[in-house]
């Protein structure tokens, strides 16, 4: 079974940056595409960005669009999510996940296997 293993949250103030990790084992993380996810307590988990296997295509929920950049590292197996310009609704804990590029988009709560997750806080 794949493994998700999410890091590099925290507190940051509005307007400032983070660079949330994503290692993968388990599975060859070549082969999908990943995807960023995000949820906060008591509400559903929502698509953030997505990346596919060569990195040739991504795509952003239109909250983050301008401000997060996904990428990937093959090499390392490593998904990543720089964020910029943080603001308090990006307040959330963040999930990384693979899969067919629609599928990370469009079906992602059908997902049965997520890791820990990595909270980010950000204050106004």
């Known amino acids: 079974q794949v493994q998700l293993v999410e890091s590099g949250g925290g507190l940051v103030e509005a307007g400032g940056s983070l660079r949330l990790s994503c290692a993968v084992s388990?599975?060859?993380?070549?082969?999908?595409?990943m995807g960023w996810f995000r949820q906060v307590p008591g509400k559903e988990r929502t698509f953030v960005a997505t990346?596919?296997?060569?990195?040739?295509?991504?795509y952003y929920a239109d909250s983050v669009k301008g401000r997060f950049t996904i990428s990937r590292d093959n090499a390392k197996n490593t998904l990543y999510l720089q964020m910029n310009n943080l603001v308090p609704e990006d307040m959330a804990i963040y999930y990384c996940n693979q899969g067919a590029y629609g599928t990370v988009v469009n079906a992602f709560s059908k997902f049965t296997n997520w890791g820990q997750g990595t909270q980010v806080t950000v204050s106004s």
């Open positions: 388990g599975r060859t993380f070549s082969s999908y595409a």
């Open positions: 990346i596919s296997w060569s990195s040739g295509d991504t």
